[in-house]
């Protein structure tokens, strides 16, 4: 599986980005997809997470109520809309894909996804 992340750049504290990641493959219905960041200087953490049918979500407590995670199956593509930005989530984000397991898990946890993308740099200015 490869994933290729776009939509990265610059925004304004308080404003908005979406950032998206396309899968190749037949199973993306079947993966959990994340997304996960890395500031500089930082361990990389998770954001967000989606189930392989796009009914289950889950967010770090950082990003609730700013971020929403989707999914479009048919485009083989997960997004990650970000609004009211702050500087504190100027990071590198990740695209990440769990095995073709099922269409309802959730995974919050690096070790729990199998593909990474390359990252797509976010730089929020104050």
């Known amino acids: 599986v490869q994933l290729v992340e776009s939509g990265g750049g610059l925004a304004q504290a308080g404003g908005s980005l979406r950032i998206s990641c396309v899968a190749s493959?037949?199973?993306?219905?079947?993966?959990?997809m994340g997304w996960f960041r890395q500031a500089p200087g930082k361990e990389r953490e998770f954001v967000a997470g989606?189930?392989?049918?796009?009914?289950?979500?889950s967010y770090a407590d950082s990003v609730k109520g700013r971020f929403t995670i989707s999914r479009d199956n048919s485009k083989n593509t997960v997004y990650l809309q970000m609004n009211s930005l702050k500087p504190e989530d100027t990071a590198v984000y990740y695209c990440?894909?769990?095995?073709?397991?099922?269409?309802?898990?959730?995974?919050?946890?690096?070790?729990?996804?199998?593909?990474w993308g390359q990252g797509t740099l976010v730089t929020v200015s104050s």
């Open positions: 493959g037949r199973t993306f219905s079947s993966r959990a």
């Open positions: 990440a894909a769990d095995r073709p397991l099922n269409q309802v898990a959730v995974r919050t946890t690096e070790i729990e996804y199998a593909y």
């Open positions: 989606i189930s392989g049918s796009g009914g289950r979500t």
